[in-house]
């Protein structure tokens, strides 16, 4: 079992819904949460960073963890075409180098 | 500042040759890594380096080398391709704070090169 788990996807959804994406870990020492966007052929780039459990906000965009169930979620309301992209969930413990989900496409049409 | 700096964009190489994958960063950043990238399988950690001088293995080291001679640079070597090692490698650099507490540990990509071995 991979440390992190995120469901590849497809996920497609039509203009202006509210996408979910989550992510599940197993290793209970990680304590700071990612979220990175990647559109097609370019690199990741982040989106959401989160320490230790509770939300976070950034306009269309809400990040949330769970520790207690190792489980971390990206809200992205009133969704757009430009938001179709890959989704990559990332966990780090500390100053180590994070550990990255498969990544979730998503396909926002209009 | 240019950020993340890959080079090439784009390669072909036949089985068995050797090559280069050049990476650059102009932030300062302590951190280095090298992830390839594959269809389904996310990004996989090749190898890292906390500073100039060190270098460690990440999740898949087999068939690559890596040096840090500066904070700058971080090129990745392939000895003897092959067909497996056809992807997308990313670079990426970060600043880690000491207990690695702060939101600026983030890690900056490269463009990525994408590699074919034939």
């Known amino acids: 079992q991979k440390e992190v788990e995120q469901d590849p996807g497809p996920l497609s959804v039509p203009e202006g819904a509210i996408v979910s994406l989550n992510c599940t870990y197993s290793?209970?020492?990680?304590?700071?949460f990612m979220w990175y966007r990647q559109y097609s052929r370019k690199g990741p780039e982040l989106l959401m960073y989160t320490y230790s459990s509770g939300n976070k906000e950034d306009g269309r965009f809400t990040a949330q963890v769970d520790k207690s169930s190792k489980y971390i979620s990206l809200f992205i309301r009133d969704s757009q075409p430009s938001d179709s992209a890959t989704y990559l969930c990332a966990m780090r413990r500390g100053s180590y180098i994070p550990t990255f989900g498969r990544g979730t496409s998503l396909i926002v049409h209009p | 500042n240019a950020g993340v700096t890959q080079t090439p964009k784009f390669q072909v190489l036949k089985t068995g040759q050797s090559m280069t994958l050049q990476c650059a960063q102009d932030?300062?950043?302590?951190?280095m890594s090298w992830y390839r990238q594959d269809p389904g399988m996310g990004l996989r950690l090749i190898h890292y380096?906390?500073?100039?001088?060190?270098?460690d293995q990440g999740e898949v080291p087999n068939g690559y080398n890596v040096s840090r001679s500066t904070t700058e640079d971080f090129p990745l070597r392939l000895l003897s391709a092959a067909p497996s090692q056809t992807s997308v490698y990313f670079c990426?650099?970060?600043?880690?704070?000491?207990?690695?507490?702060?939101?600026?540990?983030?890690?900056?990509f490269g463009p990525g090169t994408r590699l074919t071995v034939l």
């Open positions: 380096s906390v500073g100039a001088g060190i270098t």
């Open positions: 990426a650099s970060s600043y880690h704070s000491p207990q690695g507490t702060g939101g600026t540990d983030t890690q900056y």
């Open positions: 290793n209970s020492a990680f304590q700071y």
């Open positions: 932030m300062n950043h302590e951190y």
